[in-house]
């Protein structure tokens, strides 16, 4: 079942043309993820997704009553507003919810509704921002580069994390990540973005196309091989004995 699908959308930002032509769907369950450079428009992209853009030319569709949750990319809360962090998951409060104690419980934070936002910690405050996306149990989740400024363990757990949500919520999920080695092993398919679709398909088939070898290099298919063998054991950060390990041993 397709949840949401994008045809022919050019966004055009100030008489600059961020997106041309773009075309793309996301099925029931799946994880999709954007990878492009930096200002190859993955945030345009999803922005015009949620409604946040208006596109200059093209369409997005969207199954009746789709409910999305949105972690953006970026988001500044002023240092001197006192707001806690069941105040922050409150709003805006519509319709059914999730409990929050127990969405905070399942992205991994206890405790923590009455400290305030401005003092988490990284790592904390994107949980925070996803426990707030889920809590209206999403069909499609939706995150722009959410793992930025985390380190690169934070980034594991978090990704795990997302993972263990989709298997929880049954919702699909489209994200935007530079982390290519751990995102490519973890998504059924990848979209490559650079103002219009590059190329698209399996992780593996993305990876050896020649547009994604020119934006990124080949240095992905080791680690891609390396998370994969992570991946299938028990071990969770134990991947620094397996570098021989070829992305043909596991496709
Ligand atoms: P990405 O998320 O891939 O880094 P963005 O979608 O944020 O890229 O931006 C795509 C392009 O559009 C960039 O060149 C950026 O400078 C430009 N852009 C983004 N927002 C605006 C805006 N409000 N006005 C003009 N140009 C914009
Ligand atoms: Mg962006």
């Given at each position: 079942?397709?949840?949401?699908?994008?045809?022919?959308?050019?966004?055009?930002?100030?008489?600059?043309?961020?997106?041309?032509?773009?075309?793309?769907?996301?099925?029931?369950?799946?994880?999709?993820?954007?990878?492009?450079?930096?200002?190859?428009?993955?945030?345009?992209?999803?922005?015009?997704?949620?409604?946040?853009?208006?596109?200059?030319?093209?369409?997005?569709?969207?199954?009746?009553?789709?409910r999305?949750?949105?972690?953006?990319q970026?988001?500044?809360?002023?240092?001197?507003?006192?707001?806690?962090?069941?105040?922050?998951?409150?709003?805006?409060?519509?319709?059914?919810?999730?409990?929050?104690?127990?969405?905070?419980?399942?992205?991994?934070l206890?405790?923590?509704?009455?400290?305030?936002?401005?003092?988490?910690?990284?790592?904390?405050?994107q949980?925070?921002?996803?426990?707030?996306?889920?809590?209206?149990?999403?069909?499609?989740?939706?995150?722009?580069?959410?793992?930025?400024?985390?380190?690169?363990?934070?980034?594991?757990?978090?990704?795990r994390?997302?993972?263990?949500l989709?298997?929880?919520?049954?919702?699909?999920i489209?994200?935007?990540?530079?982390?290519?080695?751990?995102?490519?092993?973890?998504?059924?398919?990848?979209?490559?973005?650079?103002?219009?679709?590059?190329?698209?398909?399996?992780?593996?088939?993305?990876?050896?196309?020649?547009?994604y070898?020119?934006?990124?290099?080949?240095?992905?298919?080791?680690?891609?091989?390396?998370?994969?063998?992570?991946?299938?054991?028990?071990?969770?950060?134990?991947?620094?004995?397996?570098?021989?390990h070829?992305?043909?041993?596991?496709?």
């Amino acid at each position: 079942m397709t949840l949401l699908s994008v045809e022919n959308l050019t966004v055009k930002l100030g008489g600059h043309t961020a997106l041309a032509n773009v075309s793309m769907s996301i099925s029931k369950g799946e994880i999709v993820t954007i990878v492009g450079p930096n200002g190859s428009g993955k945030s345009t992209l999803l922005c015009a997704i949620v409604g946040a853009i208006k596109p200059t030319k093209g369409k997005v569709t969207k199954a009746p009553a789709l409910r999305i949750g949105y972690v953006p990319q970026r988001l500044h809360i002023d240092a001197t507003l006192p707001m806690t962090v069941a105040r922050f998951m409150r709003l805006p409060y519509r319709g059914r919810a999730l409990n929050i104690t127990a969405t905070l419980a399942m992205v991994g934070l206890h405790h923590l509704e009455d400290q305030q936002m401005t003092t988490l910690s990284g790592g904390q405050f994107q949980r925070v921002m996803l426990a707030r996306a889920i809590l209206h149990k999403p069909d499609l989740l939706i995150l722009d580069e959410a793992t930025q400024g985390l380190d690169q363990l934070g980034s594991a757990t978090f990704y795990r994390l997302i993972e263990t949500l989709r298997t929880k919520l049954g919702c699909a999920i489209l994200m935007v990540s530079h982390e290519l080695h751990v995102v490519m092993s973890a998504s059924d398919r990848v979209i490559c973005l650079n103002g219009h679709i590059c190329c698209h398909g399996t992780p593996e088939v993305v990876a050896s196309t020649p547009e994604y070898r020119a934006l990124f290099g080949t240095g992905t298919q080791g680690a891609l091989a390396l998370y994969r063998h992570d991946h299938n054991h028990s071990h969770d950060h134990d991947t620094c004995d397996h570098t021989h390990h070829k992305g043909e041993d596991h496709v």
